[in-house]
């Protein structure tokens, strides 16, 4: 009996001990494709783009030609109201000829021409040139060699074809100096062309040419001519300059006294 129970328990403790089937969590499954899918570079964002930077050219840098120029304009433009010498010719020959107001003749002697002696009563300077210790003139002032400079022009027949020439034809003048034999150097006129139109100077050529009108009437072409006072001028000077008594310039303008403003703008020939 005793055995019989014991059997009973074993066989009910192995049911008791068997294995239990566990839940299982079935996965769905599901087909996953792969897309291939075409990526187009995407267009530029030009509203983003920084705009392109002009790079501005810097400005010359001033040289002793420069202070030349600012020095001698005025002088230039005044010969050439007097003597019809196109202003750019005469400071590019001042300029090529003194070595921009730093050669000896022009330190030395004020003569910024290289204008040689030639019967020259006055100051003399004794210069290597073409030979040694050639003879030039020496002025008191610079402006003394500007004046000469167009004397020494107006005043001989070898240049006398040069006044032909338009007075803003500063290329036929440079030729013709050269070829009239004012210089030996074959690229003399190129040279003076070359400060001309480097250095803007033909712009004094118009300064002086937009002051002098013409105008027409049923009989004959009549002229005006006036001045822009420049620094030293009077209106003594004035009248020796172009031929009248001062009282006719003061006439002619409305003046009442003899007190000029740089700048202003004299009536000289109004017909």
């Known amino acids: 009996?005793?055995?019989?129970?014991?059997?009973?328990?074993?066989?009910?403790?192995?049911?008791?001990?068997?294995?239990?089937?566990?839940?299982?969590?079935?996965?769905?499954?599901?087909?996953?494709?792969?897309?291939?899918?075409?990526?187009?570079?995407?267009?530029?964002?030009?509203?983003?783009?920084?705009?392109?930077?002009?790079?501005?050219?810097?400005?010359?840098?001033?040289?002793?030609?420069?202070?030349?120029?600012?020095?001698?304009?005025?002088?230039?433009?005044?010969?050439?109201?007097?003597?019809?010498?196109?202003?750019?010719?005469?400071?590019?020959?001042?300029?090529?000829?003194?070595?921009?107001?730093?050669?000896?003749l022009a330190k030395e002697a004020n003569n910024h021409?290289?204008?040689?002696?030639h019967g020259w009563k006055g100051a003399k300077i004794y210069h290597d040139d073409d030979r040694s210790q050639e003879c030039f003139r020496k002025y008191k002032a610079a402006s003394t060699s500007y004046k000469d400079h167009s004397e020494f022009l107006t005043g001989r027949k070898r240049y006398a074809s040069l006044f032909k020439l338009k007075l803003n034809?500063?290329?036929?003048?440079?030729r013709g100096l050269r070829a009239a034999g004012y210089a030996t150097d074959r690229k003399y006129p190129q040279k003076l062309i070359s400060l001309i139109e480097r250095y803007e100077l033909y712009k004094y050529d118009k300064q002086v040419l937009g002051s002098?009108?013409?105008?027409?009437?049923?009989?004959?072409t009549t002229e005006s001519?006036?001045?822009?006072?420049?620094?030293?001028?009077t209106l003594y000077s004035l009248s020796r300059k172009y031929g009248l008594t001062v009282e006719a310039i003061k006439q002619k303008n409305s003046l009442t006294s003899n007190?000029?403003?740089?700048?202003?703008?004299?009536?000289?020939?109004?017909e």
Request: proline content about 4%; some cysteine.
């Open 1 to 104: 009996m005793r055995k019989r129970v014991l059997l009973i328990i074993l066989v009910s403790f192995v049911f008791a001990c068997g294995p239990k089937k566990g839940i299982v969590t079935k996965k769905e499954k599901t087909d996953t494709k792969t897309e291939e899918v075409e990526v187009k570079d995407a267009p530029e964002d030009t509203s983003t783009k920084m705009p392109t930077k002009t790079v501005e050219k810097p400005p010359r840098k001033r040289t002793s030609v420069d202070t030349y120029i600012d020095t001698y304009a005025d002088i230039a433009m005044a010969e050439m109201r007097t003597s019809k010498i196109p202003a750019s010719i005469t400071l590019a020959q001042g300029i090529l000829e003194s070595g921009s107001g730093n050669g000896r």
């Open 113 to 117: 021409f290289g204008i040689k002696c």
């Open 169 to 174: 034809d500063y290329k036929g003048w440079a």
């Open 212 to 220: 002098v009108t013409k105008r027409k009437n049923k009989n004959k």
């Open 225 to 233: 001519l006036s001045h822009t006072v420049i620094k030293g001028d």
């Open 259 to 270: 007190d000029l403003t740089v700048g202003q703008v004299l009536i000289i020939k109004s």
